[in-house]
């Protein structure tokens, strides 16, 4: 089968571009490759290292919560022909796992920096380099399923209402919108964990981030006039079997990200490089030590008829 999708399947998206090795507009900094979109807040990079991180982050999210998606939108992932879009796909570890798992639905990821890799992309996935800040191009109504998560580094906190607004317009009546996001505040916190957690709060609030996001979804989906049927979960303590398996892997993945940001972060705390080594070290003792979570929330609700 081939990987594009057919022109039926792609009625409605304006804007198509199949594996995005058109145009890379990517920045390279301290060894890694950066997206370069000027509007963006986004500070993490886009290369095969992040996509590992990523692919590791899909496989603990998808474990803490016991499922990959909470909306039940199951009947319409098994209708031929059903629209799902992913915003800010990375390294498309959610969408290549969800269009494997429903053949017959069409998916799409939209990303101003794409990671994915084209050797496994399903032939139902189209990738779309694009910028969740601006107006979609797709037309009104296209998708029975919107899907974002772990998006609170790419959208300041004002604008989460033009960006829900887009996909609401995007989302068919009657289809679902979804979204995933996390506290980034571990429940319980030792001082070297309040150090770096500090100085990452300083950063997000330099680049107009909202940290405390996930805690909102739930009012920014009831105060929308099109939206209705508002469901959330939470996920607030590790509870499921390989809890501990988890946390590891956890702690693993938040330290990567933690190495990722050291020239940014280090020059924050005014810290040498093996004084911020020393710090994120006894960080990941502290995670494990005092069995810290980070809380996790799945939002979801329904586009009115
Ligand atoms: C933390 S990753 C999450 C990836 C994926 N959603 C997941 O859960 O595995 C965030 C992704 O959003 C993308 N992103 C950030 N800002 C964006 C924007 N304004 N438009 C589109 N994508 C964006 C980044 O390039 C990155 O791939």
Known sequence: MGSKINKNQSKGVNSTSDNLSNEDTSKFEDGRKYHNVK?????????????????????????????????????????????????????????FEMATEYPKAN????????????HTKPSNVEIIKGNILERLPFDDNTFDYVFQRTLYVGIPENKWPSVINEFVRVLKPDGYLELSEADFKSSTMGPATTKVTDAILAMFREHGLDPN????????????????????????????????????LSTENYITA??????????MMEVSYDEYDDLIKKMGEELINLKSFNPQVRAYARKKL
């Open 107 to 118: 998916f799409i990821g939209i990303d101003i920096a794409p990671i994915q890799s084209s």
């Open 213 to 248: 996001v996930c805690y909102k979804l739930q009012n920014y989906f009831e105060e929308h006039k099109q939206l209705h049927d508002v469901h959330c979960e939470k996920k607030e303590k590790l509870d499921s079997k390989n809890a501990e398996e988890l946390r590891k």
């Open 39 to 95: 509007n963006s807040t986004y500070f993490l990079p886009s290369d095969n290292e992040e996509a590992n991180r990523l692919h590791l982050q899909h496989y603990i999210l998808k474990n803490v919560w016991q499922s990959t998606f909470s909306a039940p939108v199951e009947h319409l992932l098994n209708q031929e022909g059903a629209k799902v879009l992913d915003a800010g796909t990375g390294a498309g570890s959610w969408l």
């Open 258 to 267: 933690m190495m990722t940001l050291k020239p940014k972060l280090a020059s």
